[in-house]
């Protein structure tokens, strides 16, 4: 099915926790210029959205309130919410399935990893969430972790060397309510040669 149904709430509010990183956020920037903010605010806004209703998402409304809070204008705040892939103008599942289409990861198996969160995930295809709402896929472009690819991101988390297998076992998990370390499929430690770093085994032995 789609994305859930398009419900604005009527009002939005930051709770005290989102106040918190406000606070520290609105530090970083010099007086006159806490318009720079806009874009840590709208994270932390679909950050709210997400721990309260299970859908990471920005509603107009929020967007409005941090308008207000910094002082300039709502359409400002629109324009960039628009602009940024990152930030959903429409609620999504309780779990986003970001898969990076691009070269790298799409010559290392991406399509099977898309496959994958179809199969397992029972999502019909990019942009549609599934029957249970727990999942919406997005193909994004690039995740910036090309050595590892493919790549998953599951709302923050990296899920690198992936293939068809370990991302239905990684789905699987995700609805059992687990949720798996981050990070390499096949054990690759940061970004070294699979199978272990290799350059510089003379060099330790000297």
Request: glycine share 8%; proline share 6%.
């Amino acid at each position: 099915m789609s994305a859930p149904a398009h419900e604005e709430p009527a009002s939005f509010a930051f709770d005290a926790e989102s106040e918190a990183k406000i606070a520290t956020i609105i530090r970083r920037y010099p007086e006159g210029k806490q318009a720079s903010a806009v874009i840590p605010l709208l994270y932390v806004a679909q950050k709210q959205m997400g721990r309260l209703t299970g859908s990471a998402w920005v509603p107009r409304v929020a967007m409005d309130v941090i308008a207000e809070r910094l002082s300039m204008p709502p359409i400002r705040v629109y324009e960039v919410a628009t602009f940024y892939f990152m930030f959903n103008m429409k609620p999504i599942g309780r779990f986003h399935l970001q898969v990076c289409g691009t070269t790298p990861c799409m010559l290392r198996g991406s399509d099977e990893v898309m496959r994958a969160c179809k199969d397992a995930g029972g999502v019909a295809g990019p942009g549609e969430t599934s029957e249970d709402g727990l999942f919406t896929m997005t193909e994004v472009e690039c995740l910036g972790a090309c050595v590892n690819a493919p790549i998953l991101q599951v709302d923050d988390d990296y899920y690198e060397d992936l293939d068809y297998e370990s991302t239905v076992k990684l789905i699987e998990a995700l609805k059992r309510g687990e949720r798996p370390a981050p990070g390499s499929a096949i054990g690759r430690r940061s970004s070294e040669a699979a199978g272990g770093a290799t350059a510089l085994k003379g060099a330790e032995q000297d």
